[in-house]
C-alpha cells in the first residue's frame, strides 16, 4: 500500500467526520486522497507511507497543495513512517507524523526533518490519539 493503510485508518478511526476518497486517475494532478467534513469545517489529507525520512510528494501534489491553501483552503500530508527490524536498521517502527499542508514543499525538500509538525504518534495506529488528530484536522 503506498498509503500505508492510513486512508482506511482515518476513515474508520475519525468518527463523525464525512468522508469522500479520492481518485484522480483521470480528474487532475495533485488532488489529495480523501476530503473530510464535519463540525462545519471542509479540509483535505494527502496520504504517504515511508520507510525511511524521504516523503514521496510529488511538484504536482506540492503545487495543488500550495493553490488550494492561498485560496483559504485547508489542507494536511499524514505519513506513516514504518520499517521492519534489521541489523542495519534498528529496531522495528511505526508511527504518525501530521502536517500542516503549509509544510508540503520542506516534506518535498527535508522529508520528515521538516520542522513544523502539527503532531507525531509512535506505535502502532491503536496507541494513535484519534480524538487528538480529529482536533487538529478541524481546528
Known amino acids: 500500500m503506498i498509503d500505508g493503510g492510513l486512508r482506511v485508518l482515518f476513515h474508520k478511526n475519525l468518527k463523525g467526520l464525512h468522508w469522500q476518497a479520492v481518485e484522480t486517475g483521470g480528474t487532475g494532478l495533485g488532488i489529495p486522497d480523501s476530503n473530510f467534513a ?21 511538484g504536482p501534489q506540492v503545487g495543488w497543495i500550495e493553490s488550494r491553501l492561498r485560496h483559504g483552503g485547508r489542507v494536511f500530508v499524514a505519513v506513516r513512517h514504518q520499517t521492519t527490524a534489521g541489523p542495519r536498521k534498528g529496531p522495528a517502527s511505526d508511527a504518525l ?5 503549509s509544510e508540503a514543499r520542506n516534506l ?18 491503536v496507541k ?12
Open 128 to 139: 494513535w490519539n484519534w480524538s487528538e488528530i480529529r482536533a487538529l484536522l478541524l481546528s
Open 97 to 101: 507524523w501530521l502536517y500542516p499542508g
Open 38 to 58: 464535519g463540525d462545519g469545517v471542509e479540509g483535505w489529507v494527502e496520504f504517504k507511507k515511508t520507510s525511511t525520512m524521504a516523503v514521496g510528494l510529488s
Open 108 to 125: 518535498l525538500v527535508h522529508g520528515l526533518r521538516s520542522q513544523n509538525r502539527l503532531g507525531y504518534w509512535p506505535g502502532p495506529p
